[in-house]
């Protein structure tokens, strides 16, 4: 029996199965169309129930396929049913090929449309002025530590958080020619792309060549692409748009480089069974008032999974805390912990509770 014959019988039953998941998928998106009616104008992206679907669809899966790439064609599918009920537009800090675009499109697949904003302040200004329905922010990095604006951007915003994406930062090198290092001048990177790449940087670069730091890595790998004698530090997606030779793969230093970011809406979200909850905190500047912040949560039993401090832009030497903990603003242990905090805190407020990141 020649090898075609051989694929023959699995050929057909994968054109059978094919047929199967494609009647399925359909299926599920007239479903998917009546709750929308159901919905009628109201929010039709259900944050909590996604988690869940998400979620089981791991706990269901028994393989070959791992569960990643489960969730992934699941978290696709949702898109586009969703898509069905209503489409929705994210804002996100670019130009296009941004790690926050890429973050977008993970947390809710292909079937959204992205806009791209010049700064983060644009990108929430934009949903909190109704022209996109959320804004996809970046947080923080495992390397770097916070984004400061966008933790300033917190205390003021009336936007909730709604869900949390966390997604694994690889860094290239890249250029528009794979000309020789002595013949370049420069590269362009964000400021925190160039601080995650310092040790790669120094090691193979002449000290000669300056670092300049530009508003995000797609506006890098742009700059790049227009003059051979800079390079750009950025993502594959921004090497693909810009038409970049990748000179070097993954050349951050920290091999498990992670940015979280937050997805801000109109929206509070109901409790999925496994969430998070954002807090900004204002503390009075007297002895001890660190320790009454945390208490409230060591005496509830609550985990904070994020603890930072940044200086409040009203008064001199006092500080707003930016805390995460685990469980949902509705659960009564964070209830109760948060009336304790009110009482020692100058404010508190609740930046959203959200299911923790699934994908
Ligand atoms: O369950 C819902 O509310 C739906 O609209 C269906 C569905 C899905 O495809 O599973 C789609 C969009 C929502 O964000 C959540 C889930």
Redesign the pocket.
């Given at each position: 029996m020649s090898d075609d014959s051989k694929l023959l019988p699995h050929r057909q039953a994968i054109d059978s199965i094919d047929k199967q998941i494609l009647d399925l998928m359909n299926e599920r998106a007239k479903h998917?169309r009546a709750?929308?009616e159901l919905k009628g104008t109201g929010v039709?992206?259900?944050p909590e129930?996604?988690a869940q679907?998400l979620r089981r669809i791991k706990d269901l899966n028994i393989g070959p396929l791992p569960d990643e790439a489960v969730a992934r064609l699941f978290r696709e599918i949702?898109s586009e049913?969703?898509a069905v009920?209503r489409p929705l537009t994210i804002a996100y800090l670019g130009p296009e090929g941004t790690f926050t675009q890429l973050a977008a499109m993970k947390h809710f697949g292909h079937a959204a449309h992205t806009v791209s904003c010049l700064t983060v302040d644009e990108s929430l200004r934009l949903v909190e002025a109704r022209q996109a329905d959320y804004v996809v922010a970046p947080v923080e990095n495992s390397t770097e530590g916070s984004v400061g604006r966008t933790l300033d951007l917190l205390v003021a915003t009336p936007l909730q958080a709604c869900g949390e994406v966390v997604l694994r930062i690889h860094h290239h090198f890249l250029r528009s020619q794979a000309v020789d290092f002595s013949e370049l001048d420069m590269v362009y990177a964000h400021a925190q792309a160039l601080a995650q790449c310092q040790h790669w940087l120094t090691k193979h670069l002449p000290d000669t060549v300056k670092r300049v730091a530009v508003s995000s890595n797609a506006e890098a790998a742009r700059l790049a692409a227009q003059n051979p004698r800079t390079a750009a530090i950025a993502s594959q997606a921004a090497a693909e748009i810009y038409a970049l030779n990748k000179i070097a793969s993954n050349i951050e230093d920290e091999p498990n480089n992670t940015t979280r970011f937050l997805v801000l809406g109109h929206q509070e979200t109901t409790p999925s069974g496994q969430d998070k909850t954002s807090l900004v905190v204002g503390a009075p500047h007297r002895v001890g008032s660190l320790h009454n912040i945390i208490a409230p949560f060591m005496q509830m039993g609550i985990s904070m999974t994020k603890f930072e401090s940044r200086p409040s832009k009203a008064n001199l030497w006092e500080y707003v805390f930016f805390i995460d903990i685990e469980g949902h603003v509705l659960d009564e242990k964070v209830q109760a912990a948060l009336t304790l905090l009110r009482e020692q805190a100058v404010f508190v407020k609740v930046v959203g509770a959200y299911p923790v990141a699934v994908l």
């Amino acid at each position: 029996m020649s090898d075609d014959s051989k694929l023959l019988p699995h050929r057909q039953a994968i054109d059978s199965i094919d047929k199967q998941i494609l009647d399925l998928m359909n299926e599920r998106a007239k479903h998917a169309r009546a709750i929308g009616e159901l919905k009628g104008t109201g929010v039709v992206y259900r944050p909590e129930r996604e988690a869940q679907v998400l979620r089981r669809i791991k706990d269901l899966n028994i393989g070959p396929l791992p569960d990643e790439a489960v969730a992934r064609l699941f978290r696709e599918i949702m898109s586009e049913c969703l898509a069905v009920e209503r489409p929705l537009t994210i804002a996100y800090l670019g130009p296009e090929g941004t790690f926050t675009q890429l973050a977008a499109m993970k947390h809710f697949g292909h079937a959204a449309h992205t806009v791209s904003c010049l700064t983060v302040d644009e990108s929430l200004r934009l949903v909190e002025a109704r022209q996109a329905d959320y804004v996809v922010a970046p947080v923080e990095n495992s390397t770097e530590g916070s984004v400061g604006r966008t933790l300033d951007l917190l205390v003021a915003t009336p936007l909730q958080a709604c869900g949390e994406v966390v997604l694994r930062i690889h860094h290239h090198f890249l250029r528009s020619q794979a000309v020789d290092f002595s013949e370049l001048d420069m590269v362009y990177a964000h400021a925190q792309a160039l601080a995650q790449c310092q040790h790669w940087l120094t090691k193979h670069l002449p000290d000669t060549v300056k670092r300049v730091a530009v508003s995000s890595n797609a506006e890098a790998a742009r700059l790049a692409a227009q003059n051979p004698r800079t390079a750009a530090i950025a993502s594959q997606a921004a090497a693909e748009i810009y038409a970049l030779n990748k000179i070097a793969s993954n050349i951050e230093d920290e091999p498990n480089n992670t940015t979280r970011f937050l997805v801000l809406g109109h929206q509070e979200t109901t409790p999925s069974g496994q969430d998070k909850t954002s807090l900004v905190v204002g503390a009075p500047h007297r002895v001890g008032s660190l320790h009454n912040i945390i208490a409230p949560f060591m005496q509830m039993g609550i985990s904070m999974t994020k603890f930072e401090s940044r200086p409040s832009k009203a008064n001199l030497w006092e500080y707003v805390f930016f805390i995460d903990i685990e469980g949902h603003v509705l659960d009564e242990k964070v209830q109760a912990a948060l009336t304790l905090l009110r009482e020692q805190a100058v404010f508190v407020k609740v930046v959203g509770a959200y299911p923790v990141a699934v994908l």
